[in-house]
């Protein structure tokens, strides 16, 4: 067994963090290398695999062993969250049963850095029985997967951080950032959009912000309405009874004609304040959102000086959202 060497000490104060940007900057060398490779040889089989996964009836099943492995479980949830049916079959299992997951209408992508895997040859073998497109991932166009491909995307070569050359590291950062810009480039094709998104990410933070503003906006009897020509001692009575910070204003249509904020208030303060129309005081044109837009594009328009907007729909307020409703959620 390969007993732990100690951690440096003080008077090896730095090592560390050069150790980290070589690392990065190994790994970055790798990633420039590959962007370079698919403005020339990579791009035109890019192209081709991109269609081809775009063009199967069937899941995309990928498939990788140790480190590739890791990387293909990644890339196969990436692909069935961006709207390209996925997941990953483990080539040690699909060689004891597990290839009758894979059928004629699906397609393959399988990730080897050398390419000569040996536990990807069951997988390999059965995509050339029953003629099932397979895409290899390698930096090996000799190898046997590269050999066997229907489509080869040959990743250029490149130092591994690791300083003995052996652990991956460059390797699957490089693999991870093709599969990638596989799904990404899918995803633009197929049109998929965040309201599609939202369908398949219902939980969590980002489930949150998926949501839509009409399904956390206050409505009806909660809204601070008022017509625009009240005084400022009704608003402010309509303010502190819904104590959401502010109340819209209308015109005589019911359009938002204005809006009253907590600041419009102190800025305003004076002897003969509530004495006053409601639009004597008020900010006209507000910034407002619709309720069929998504709650992350109503954090954007509070830009973090916003605490409510009006939710309009033919310049008619029908609800309104807070912070708070944000918070509540999870969505900040």
């Not at 479980?73 to 997951?101: C, I, R, Y």
């Not at 959102?289 to 109503?298: F, H, Q, T």
């Amino acid at each position: 067994m390969i007993k732990p060497t100690p951690i440096a000490t003080d008077k090896d104060s730095g090592r560390a963090l050069q150790s980290a940007l070589r690392t990065v900057g190994t790994e970055k060398a790798g990633l420039t290398a590959l962007e370079a490779a698919l403005k020339t040889d990579l791009a035109e089989p890019f192209e081709k695999a991109v269609a081809e996964i775009g063009n199967a009836k069937g899941r995309v099943i990928v498939t990788g062993m140790g480190k590739s492995g890791h990387v293909g479980q990644k890339l196969a949830a990436t692909f069935a969250s961006t709207g390209t049916p996925a997941f990953f079959v483990h080539p040690s299992e699909a060689n004891h049963g597990d290839l009758g997951m894979i059928t004629a209408e699906d397609i393959v992508i399988a990730l080897s850095w050398s390419g000569e895997t040996a536990e990807l040859r069951g997988v390999i073998d059965y995509t050339r029985r029953f003629s099932i497109p397979l895409i290899g991932i390698t930096a090996n166009r000799e190898s046997a997967l590269g050999q066997a491909a229907d489509g080869l995307l040959v990743l250029p070569r490149a130092d591994e951080a690791c300083p003995h050359g052996l652990a991956p590291t460059t390797s699957t950062m490089m693999q991870l950032a093709l599969g990638d810009a596989l799904a990404i480039a899918l995803l633009e094709s197929r049109g998929f959009t965040a309201h599609d998104f939202k369908t398949i990410h219902p939980g969590g933070q980002l489930g949150a912000n998926l949501k839509y503003v009409g399904d956390v906006m206050h409505k009806g009897g909660r809204v601070p309405l008022a017509p625009s020509t009240v005084s400022v001692a009704d608003a402010l009575v309509i303010m502190t009874e819904k104590s959401l910070g502010c109340i819209g204003l209308t015109d005589t249509a019911g359009r938002l004609h204005g809006i009253i904020t907590d600041g419009d208030l102190r800025r305003h303060m004076r002897p003969d304040l509530l004495t006053l129309k409601a639009l004597d005081i008020m900010t006209e044109n507000p910034r407002t959102i619709s309720p069929d837009m998504l709650v992350s594009e109503a954090i954007a328009r509070m830009n973090g000086k916003i605490t409510a907007l009006f939710v309009v729909e033919d310049n008619k307020p029908v609800g309104i959202v807070h912070i708070h409703d944000l918070l509540r959620i999870g969505v900040v």
